[in-house]
């Protein structure tokens, strides 16, 4: 069977319920329904990071030959996302030993 990755939502003290070996059949029909409603990240996804730690920088207008402006505002330059704390890691494939 193949690996996903998944994200759920569940109480902190389910987990550290579960996580301890304590179980309540509550908490078990908790973890089922999370699992069900959690999110699958796409495989092959970047680094996930939050948005919402970048401050946006003014930045320069971008102009098409014919003067239309292409980009006006605030933006991240690419050193900001970069320094950005990651939140997940990117989906990486297992190499198959075999196919050597």
Do not use: W
Not at 8 to 17: A, F, G, L, S, Y
Request: hydrophobic letters at 35%; a negative charge; charged letters at 30%.
């Amino acid at each position: 069977m193949a690996d996903i990755e998944l994200v759920i939502k569940i109480d902190e003290e389910v987990k550290n319920r579960l996580c301890f070996g304590v179980t309540y059949k509550e908490d078990i029909q908790t973890v089922c329904e999370a699992l069900n409603n959690g999110m699958a990240l796409p495989k092959n996804h970047g680094n996930l990071i939050d948005v919402n730690a970048l401050e946006a920088d003014l930045i320069e207008p971008i102009y098409y030959p014919d003067g239309d402006v292409i980009i006006d505002g605030y933006g991240y330059s690419r050193e900001q996302i970069k320094e950005t704390p990651i939140i997940i890691e990117a989906h990486k494939e297992e190499e198959n030993a075999d196919s050597n």
